[in-house]
Nanobody, 120 residues
Framework: QVQLVESGGCLVQAGGSLRLSCAAS????????MGWYRQAPGQQRELVAI???????NYADSVKGRFTLSRDNAKNTVFLQMNSLKPEDTAVYYC??????????????WGQGTLVTVSS
């Protein structure tokens, strides 16, 4: 069993910054990729950013230059630094991890979501 615990979502004004954290715990052998997705009301869930074990990152075009994803492999934690926030960034943000467990099973794990609201 693997769990993801997210934190950092809140209400912020446009132009402001937030930092989301996601910590993985449980029966983890190795985590391949970790990342963040978001889902706005009435919209499909979309990729925000993803990072590999080696630190390679991939960002949605809409957040490039504003968001930075980093990873602490020793703590199985990722951080999403969000700057220059816009009202259209308002969404529930979900952490995601692709995990190889100690039992050598592959799991795709999702967090419970954290709400980010950007006011204009």
């Amino acid at each position: 069993q693997v769990q993801l615990v997210e934190s950092g979502g809140c209400l912020v004004q446009a132009g402001g910054s937030l930092r989301l954290s996601c910590a993985a715990s449980g029966s983890i052998f190795i985590i391949n990729t970790m990342g963040w997705y978001r889902q706005a009301p009435g919209q499909q869930r979309e990729l925000v950013a993803i990072i590999s074990t080696g630190g390679s990152t991939n960002y949605a075009d809409s957040v490039k230059g504003r968001f930075t994803l980093s990873r602490d492999n020793a703590k199985n934690t990722v951080f999403l630094q969000m700057n220059s926030l816009k009202p259209e960034d308002t969404a529930v943000y979900y952490c995601n991890a692709a995990v190889i467990t100690i039992e050598h099973s592959y799991l795709e794990v999702w967090g419970q979501g954290t709400l980010v609201t950007v006011s204009s």
